[in-house]
Every structure is written in structure tokens, then in C-alpha cells.
């Protein structure tokens, strides 16, 4: 399997008064061709800056300081602007958290994916139309023809998310970058752009990352997950195998505090402390303050060690899979 | 057991204020469209001393407008809600007893940045006459300890904490007034997942030390299911269905429940099944103009005419459960 996407010790740091934030600190993983993978971890762990550096979304203060970013063997980092934005929507397209915020309020639904055929080459009105009407209709927006008329406003919330997902989708790119898609919506909702997702990816052969801090909707959509913590990957392996047998104690910790793991109404297993602040990190590995199975050895950090074809882990004291 | 809270027909709506080219052409005779958000209508159930009781709906069902009126923030449109037998509210719409509090969901915006924590955990105290200015601080410092805050927590500024300790300052300022009720709208919908868990269990905690009775308000349906005694599901301002939390999870008798439940991802540990959800169809229709009949009728699967048409009462469905169903689901 050749990768499509293949990230090695990137490095994102923003520059602040207290010195630098290293946001995502040496992160190497790779996608293949139609793979969904799952980037998870909890707010300040640098997932979604993560997704954005692929893309060349950073701006200053934030700086993509190391590493690379191959797109098919090309590099990406240090690309200038204008091959980038060839790239963008074309090759490599993103869905926001926040479909309020990702789409011009003052610009009709059809008018804003004109613009989006239009950046990637030259489409006749009629043709961007019939395309547009066809993407729309294959992500559930019902009367796809009158609706490309309306403004973003006149949309609920899940329909809004749906029309951001269609202009994603609109020049066929090998990869959508996810951030949080769903995290806005309903449950009754998510459940229905979970399916349509995972469903439009397969049909497509699109590959996906797919950032979240829900375990549970990463798990119903990535076949591959991984897992950050202060600006780096703490643990990989298939979706199904890390959740059954976390290696490394903040995954179990995790998993463990979740109410579908605890008999209802007695005391959820909890991580002691709280996420570690970027400026303030321990010396070592960055969770051992919280953890119950530290001792001498992880104020040295430990390396992402492989176990197996499919698993890594960066623990001194993983815990002992069935299978290890 | 006995009540401590009964909502009894509780309505609240919203009525939009007209903009002044609306009043004007009100004035010279044009017909204006109110558009009236029915955000709770028609709403009895009881709350029993010492239970948690959930509360569970999507985005806009009216579930926090609900809390609010049973912490008496926002006095109700219509019908009233008691506490041991009073009316909560006073003949002026305000409410008179420190016995309900409220907890929100948002520890950034519900903490006055400008006050020192001390001072918002005792202010109401001192006016409630539970502690006197001279012995605000070791006050403030019992109830500091009481969420697993240090005592020199009281000396500092909310932005000094972290989302989760700030929750439990929240916490502290409601459990400082002595109530017997807490109202909880969402409390720990804006934490990081490896926080949630110390809240719920300080709330589990908290609950076994004071005999706290407690709303739960939630869209977390996992959260509310571990913490609560009794369940209640709201759609468009109504309860749809009421009952005993692990029953109703087992087997849900509304059809909106089940499909509700049904669209939670769960975790996959199983590489060979194929997660399945069968979502509900179609979107939550618009609280200005719910549909007539059964609110749910539109993406009900099991809709027939008489849904269309008449709104179902809440009845008895056996076992300490009620629903709002024409056709119930079999328990």
C-alpha cells in the first residue's frame, strides 16, 4: 500500500511572550489511499493544528517550525502560497467544526460553490450547476436545485454542515481533513452525517482524517486511530484493538472514565489533575504527572515504540496487551 | 416518596420584541406576524426528594428553559411550579427561597471575572443570613473544601483556574446557599472528556453528603443514564416520556426515545461488526411552527392519521412510566 499522505516529525510551535507553544511537537503518521483515520485527543493536545499544518493553515504567531508533509511524495511544508492554494479544495479539502463560520453569509449556497469549482478551473454556470445540484443531493439536501439559491442563514444547523461537507466534496479530493464535524450538532443529526460520511468516503475512495475528542463517533467511522496528548502521539493501532487493549495509561484512563464502563450511579474511574499547560509541560513524558503508573524512568521521553505490524505506543510502562 | 418539586402545566413562551419599523406599521393598522417561541408547553411532572432526576432533548427542545423556570430564574407563561407544597415564586414573580439553585454550563460566562472567587461564593450567603460578613471567609473556605478546592482558592480570580476547577467553584457558590434542589443545565458539556468524570463524581459525591435532590439536565444520554434515578425526554417543549432510567434505556416505549438512543455512537472493540446506526430522518422541526398532532409525527416511522391530528396526553404505560404515544413502543 503506497501512502497517500505521509507526515514525518512534524513540528508546529506558535510564538508567544512566554516563549515558544509547542502546539504539535514531532507527530509522523501516514494515510492510505481511501483509509479513515481518527485523531483524537482533548482541547490544547494540537489534533486539529495537526490538520491544519497539512494544509498550510497556519498563520503567524504559529509557524510549521520541522518536519514534512508529502502529499504523494510531494512535499507540502514550505510549498509557496500558490501551489498551496492549488492543493487546497482540490487535492486536500477540509470540513470546519463550525459550518457558520466556513461559509460567506452573503453569498448564496450556489455562488460559493461556483467559486469553488471555479478556483480549480474553469467551469461553464450550466456545468457548475448540474455538478453542484448533484454533490448537494448526494449529501441529503432535499430540492437541491431551489436550495442553491438560498443563503447560508435559511439552513439549520445539520443542513449547513451538509452544504460545507458538498463543497468539500465538490472537486473530488483524495483526502478531507474533518475537524470536529459533528461535535455542533445533534445526536439525531451527527448519526445521520456519520453514516452519510463513512458511506460517501467508501463510494468515492476518499481518505479521511477524522479529529474528535468522542472516542465513541471516531470509532463507528476510522478503521485507524490515534492518540494525542500535549503535542504528540501517544498511542496508534487499529480502532478496534486500542480500544479493547489501550497500551498506554492515558488511553485507558480515557476509556475507563467513560459511564458506559461504570456501574450506574457508583464513582467513574477518573484521571487525576487536569490537561497540562503547553507553556508549563512536565519534564519527560507529559502525562506522568496524572499517572498512577509513573516512576524515575519518565522524566526521559520515551520514543513511539512499534509493537507489532499495526500498534505504537510512547509509554516507559505500557500495559500489557493480551496479545503483546 | 414524597415531592419536593411539582411542575404543574408549566408553559413558557417567548415572544419576540417588534423591531420600530414593526410597531409602526403595527400602529398604522398593518397585520404584524408575532412569532411566538413556545419553548415549554404544558409541562406536570414531579420532582421526589432526594432523586436525580434527567432531563434529555436536542438542541432547542426547551429543556434549559425548563431548568431555569424550575430554579425560578424565568417565571413561567402559564402554570406553576411548587417546592414542599408553596409556590416557588412570590406574588410579585420573584423568587423568594434560596432552596433551588442552579449550576450552568458554561463556567467561563456564569463567574463574575472581576470578583475574587470568596466573594462570589458568599455573596448570596450573607444575604440569605447563612453567614455574616466577619465569617464569610471560613464560609467560603467549607465549601471550597466541600468541591476539592484548596482554601486559598478564595484569594484568586476565576481566570486563574482551569475549566474544571471552575465548575466546581460553580458548584460551591450554588451548594454555599443550603438548598435542597440543584438545578444542573449541562455541567459538564463544556469540560475535556478526562475532566467530566471528577465532576460527575463530585456531584455523586456531593449528592450523598447533603440529600441533594437534582435536575439533570443533558444531551449526554451516557452521563445522564450513570447518574440519574428517573429519566425524562423532552421533543419541542413536551415530555415525551418519563420513567425509571434503566427501564426506559432497556426498553423505551416512545418511539422518538428509542430512535434517540439508537443514534448514539457506541465504542466499537469488535473489528468484525459493522457499526449500524439507524438515524432518525429528518431534522427537528422549527419551535415557531412545531407540527400539529404529535410533534414527532414527521419522522415518526410508526406515524398514522390520529398523530397527525391530535396531540397525545401522557399516560400511564405500567411500572412507574408514562409516555406520550398513540401507538407506544412494547415495554
Known amino acids: 500500500m503506497t501512502a497517500l499522505l505521509a507526515v514525518s516529525d512534524l513540528a508546529t510551535h506558535f510564538a508567544t511572550r512566554q516563549g515558544a507553544l509547542k502546539a504539535v511537537d514531532g507527530v509522523s503518521f501516514s494515510i492510505a489511499e481511501g483509509e479513515i483515520i481518527g485523531l483524537v485527543g482533548e482541547s490544547g493536545s494540537g489534533k486539529s493544528v495537526t490538520g491544519f499544518s497539512i494544509l498550510g493553515l497556519i498563520d503567524p504567531p504559529g509557524r510549521i517550525v520541522g518536519g514534512s508533509v508529502k502529499l504523494r511524495g510531494r512535499e507540502l511544508v514550505g510549498l509557496p502560497a500558490r501551489d498551496l492554494r492549488a492543493i487546497r479544495g482540490r487535492e486536500i479539502a477540509m470540513v470546519f467544526q463550525d459550518p457558520s463560520a466556513t461559509l460567506n453569509p452573503v453569498l448564496t449556497i450556489g455562488m460559493q460553490m461556483r467559486l469553488a469549482l471555479e478556483a480549480h478551473g474553469a467551469v461553464g454556470e450550466a456545468d457548475a450547476r448540474t455538478r453542484s445540484v448533484e454533490v448537494l443531493a448526494r449529501v441529503g439536501i432535499p430540492d437541491a436545485g431551489r436550495r442553491l439559491d438560498a443563503y447560508p442563514h435559511q439552513f439549520s444547523g445539520g443542513m449547513r454542515q451538509r452544504v460545507a461537507i458538498a463543497i468539500a466534496l465538490l472537486n473530488r479530493p483524495r483526502l478531507i481533513i474533518c475537524d470536529e464535524p459533528t461535535t455542533a450538532l445533534d445526536v439525531s443529526i451527527q448519526a445521520q452525517i456519520l453514516t452519510e460520511m463513512r458511506d460517501l468516503a467508501r463510494e468515492f475512495g476518499t481518505a479521511m482524517i477524522w479529529i474528535s475528542h468522542d472516542l465513541a463517533t471516531v470509532s463507528s467511522i476510522a478503521s485507524r486511530l490515534l492518540v494525542m496528548y500535549a503535542g504528540r502521539i501517544i498511542e496508534e493501532g487499529p480502532v478496534a484493538d486500542v480500544l479493547r487493549e489501550p497500551r498506554h495509561p492515558y488511553t485507558a484512563g480515557l476509556l475507563a472514565s467513560l459511564p458506559a464502563n461504570a456501574r450506574p450511579g457508583m464513582d467513574l474511574r477518573q484521571i487525576p489533575g487536569s490537561t497540562p499547560s503547553l507553556f508549563d509541560l512536565p519534564p519527560g513524558c507529559a502525562f506522568q504527572p496524572r499517572c498512577e503508573r509513573r516512576s524515575d524512568a519518565c522524566i526521559v521521553m520515551p520514543e513511539l515504540v512499534a509493537v507489532g505490524p499495526a500498534r505504537r505506543h510512547r509509554c516507559h510502562h505500557p500495559l500489557a496487551g493480551a496479545q503483546a | ?331
Open chain 2, 1 to 331: 416518596m414524597n415531592a419536593l418539586v411539582e411542575i404543574r402545566n408549566v408553559s413558557k413562551r417567548f415572544v419576540p420584541r417588534l423591531s420600530l419599523g414593526e410597531r409602526i406599521a403595527a400602529r398604522l393598522g398593518q397585520p404584524i406576524e408575532t412569532r411566538t417561541v413556545h419553548a415549554v408547553d404544558g409541562v406536570s411532572f414531579a420532582i421526589r426528594k432526594g432523586e436525580v432526576l434527567g432531563l434529555v432533548g436536542e438542541s432547542g427542545c426547551g429543556k434549559s428553559t425548563l431548568g431555569r423556570v424550575i430554579a425560578g430564574i424565568h417565571p413561567p407563561s402559564a402554570g406553576f411550579v411548587t417546592l414542599d407544597g408553596a409556590p416557588l415564586l412570590g406574588p410579585d414573580g420573584r423568587k423568594r427561597t434560596r432552596r433551588v439553585q442552579m449550576v450552568f454550563q458554561d463556567p467561563f460566562a456564569s463567574l463574575d471575572p472581576r470578583i475574587r472567587i470568596g466573594e462570589t461564593i458568599s455573596e448570596g450567603p450573607i444575604a440569605h443570613g447563612l453567614t455574616t460578613k466577619a465569617e464569610a471567609r471560613a464560609y467560603a473556605a467549607q465549601w471550597l473544601a466541600a468541591v476539592g478546592l484548596p482554601a486559598d482558592a478564595a484569594d484568586r480570580f476565576p481566570h486563574q483556574f482551569s475549566g474544571g476547577q471552575r465548575q466546581r467553584v460553580a458548584i460551591a457558590r450554588a451548594l454555599a446557599m443550603k438548598p435542597d434542589m440543584l438545578v444542573c443545565d449541562e455541567p459538564v458539556a463544556s469540560l475535556d472528556v478526562s475532566i467530566q468524570a471528577q465532576i460527575v463524581n463530585l456531584l455523586l459525591k456531593l449528592r450523598r453528603e447533603f440529600g441533594l435532590t437534582m435536575l439533570f439536565i443533558s444531551h449526554d444520554l451516557g452521563i445522564v443514564r450513570h447518574i440519574s434515578d428517573r429519566i425524562a425526554i423532552m421533543y419541542l417543549g413536551r415530555i415525551v416520556e418519563l420513567g425509571p432510567t434503566e427501564a426506559v434505556y432497556a426498553a423505551p416505549a416512545h418511539p422518538y426515545t428509542r430512535a434517540l438512543l439508537d443514534s448514539i455512537p457506541k465504542l466499537v472493540t469488535d473489528s468484525e461488526t459493522l457499526v449500524s446506526f439507524k438515524p432518525i430522518t429528518g431534522e427537528l422541526p422549527s419551535p415557531l411552527s412545531p407540527p400539529p398532532g404529535c410533534h414527532f409525527h414527521l419522522r415518526c416511522p410508526f406515524a398514522r392519521s390520529e398523530c397527525r391530528e391530535i396531540v397525545p396526553i401522557r399516560r400511564e404505560a405500567g411500572a412507574g412510566r408514562d409516555v406520550a404515544c398513540h401507538f407506544p413502543l412494547e415495554t
